[in-house]
C-alpha cells in the first residue's frame, strides 16, 4: 500500500480523500493527510485527518516514503496546479496520479499527476501529458493527444484525432469535433460545440446564454 498525502484544503481534495478511502482507486493508497502552503494553514486538521504545513513535510516523511496528489483545481486556467506540482518535482517529492476503478482508461502513454475521476472514458491510443484532471464522465477519445495541466469539466468530451495544448479548460457537456487542434490556454465553455482549430493561446468560447423568459408553466394541478 502506498502512502499518500493529498495537496490541497477544498472541495475537490475533500472528494479525492473520499474516493480513495472508499477504495474506489484503481491505485493501492492508504492516505496519510492532507498538506496546504503555509500561507494558507490555519489548522491543524482537516477533514478529521491530519493537516501538514508543505515546509514541514520533510520533518515527518522521507521523499522516497510518501507520494503527493495535488487536488488544485482550475483557477486562473489551472495555473495554481502548474506552480504547486512543479514546485514538488523540484523539492523531490514524488506526484501521484489517480484512477478511479470505474473509468475506461485504453492507454498506458501518461505522464505523472493526472487525475481521472469516476465514469471517465480515456481512448485507445491516446497521451496525457502530466497533471489533467478527468471529472466524471470526462471522455477523451482514440488517438487524442493532451499536453500538461487541462481540466475537463463533468460530461466534457473530446473526438477523435484531437491535439490538446496546455492548461486548457473544458467546461460541462462541452464538446469538440474530430481531428482538430486546440492550443495552449483554451477555454471552451460549458455547453460549447468547439468545430475548428484553435490557432491562437487564450481563446475564450462561450455558449449562447439561455435566455430568461416569462413563467408561463401552469400552477393548475395536474
Known amino acids: 500500500m502506498e502512502r499518500l498525502l493529498i495537496f490541497g484544503c477544498n472541495d475537490f481534495a475533500e472528494l479525492m480523500c ?3 478511502c472508499r477504495g474506489w482507486s ?5 492516505v496519510e493527510g492532507f498538506v496546504i502552503d503555509d500561507v494558507y494553514y490555519t489548522d491543524s486538521t482537516y477533514c478529521g485527518n491530519k493537516l501538514y504545513r508543505y515546509s ?3 520533518n515527518y516523511f522521507a521523499h522516497e516514503e510518501i507520494s503527493i496528489l495535488v487536488c488544485i483545481g482550475y483557477s486562473k486556467m489551472n495555473l495554481g496546479r502548474k506552480k504547486v506540482f512543479g514546485r514538488l518535482v523540484q523539492d523531490g517529492w514524488k506526484v501521484a496520479s489517480y484512477f478511479d476503478k470505474t473509468a475506461i482508461v485504453r492507454t498506458d502513454d501518461f505522464g ?3 487525475i481521472v475521476c469516476d465514469g ?17 464522465s470526462a471522455v477523451f477519445a482514440h488517438h487524442s493527444v493532451a499536453g500538461n495541466f ?15 495544448g496546455n492548461r486548457c479548460f473544458f467546461g460541462n457537456n462541452s464538446s469538440t469535433r474530430d481531428n482538430i487542434s486546440i492550443e495552449d490556454e483554451t477555454l471552451v465553455g460549458a455547453g460549447c460545440y468547439l468545430d475548428h482549430t484553435v490557432e491562437n493561446a487564450g481563446h ?19
Open 26 to 30: 484503481k491505485q493501492d493508497y492508504q
Open 18 to 20: 473520499e474516493n480513495i
Open 56 to 58: 514541514d513535510m520533510g
Open 150 to 164: 487541462n481540466f475537463w469539466a463533468i460530461s466534457a468530451s473530446v473526438a477523435g484525432h484531437v491535439v490538446v
Open 120 to 136: 471517465a472514458n480515456i481512448g485507445v491510443k491516446s497521451k496525457l501529458g502530466d497533471g489533467n484532471i478527468f471529472y466524471p
Open 112 to 114: 505523472i499527476g493526472n
Open 204 to 222: 475564450i468560447y462561450r455558449a449562447i446564454a439561455c435566455e430568461e423568459k416569462e413563467n408561463t408553466i401552469s400552477s393548475e394541478v395536474l
